[in-house]
C-alpha cells in the first residue's frame, strides 16, 4: 500500500474491518492491472489523509479476493463504496476527482 493511513480489506478482515467499523468506510475495489485504479491512488491517499480519525480508508484487491467482490456485485473498477454502520450508503463507479469524492463522504458525516 502506498500510505500507512490505507489499509488492506480482505475476503478474510471485510466483516470485521468494514462492514463492524463505528466509523464510515471507504472501500477502492482495484487491481494491479488497472490503468484507471493505478490513477486514482493519490485521490485516494489524499482522502486518507485528510480524513484520517473520521473515516477509515482502504483497498480491497479483486483478484486476490472474489467472494467479496462477487458478493458485492463488483463488475467494473475502480469501484468505490462508503459503508457505514455495516451498510452500504454511497457508491461511484469509475474515476473520480478528490472534491467529488469528499462530498460522498461528507453526505454521510454530516
Not at 458478493?71 to 454502520?85: E, H
Amino acid at each position: 500500500m502506498a500510505s500507512s493511513l490505507i489499509h488492506e480489506f480482505t475476503d478474510a478482515n471485510f466483516a470485521s474491518e468494514v462492514l463492524q467499523s463505528s466509523t464510515p468506510v471507504l472501500v477502492d475495489f482495484w487491481a494491479p492491472w488497472c490503468g484507471p485504479c493505478r490513477a486514482l491512488t493519490p485521490t485516494i491517499d489524499a482522502i486518507a489523509a485528510e480524513y484520517q480519525g473520521r473515516v477509515k480508508v482502504g483497498k480491497l484487491n479483486i483478484d486476490d479476493n472474489m467472494e467479496q467482490a462477487a458478493a458485492l456485485g463488483i463488475r467494473s473498477i475502480p469501484t468505490l463504496m462508503v459503508f457505514k454502520g455495516g451498510s452500504l450508503k454511497k457508491q461511484h463507479v469509475g474515476l473520480i476527482q478528490k472534491p467529488e469524492l469528499a462530498k460522498l463522504l461528507d453526505a454521510e458525516l454530516g
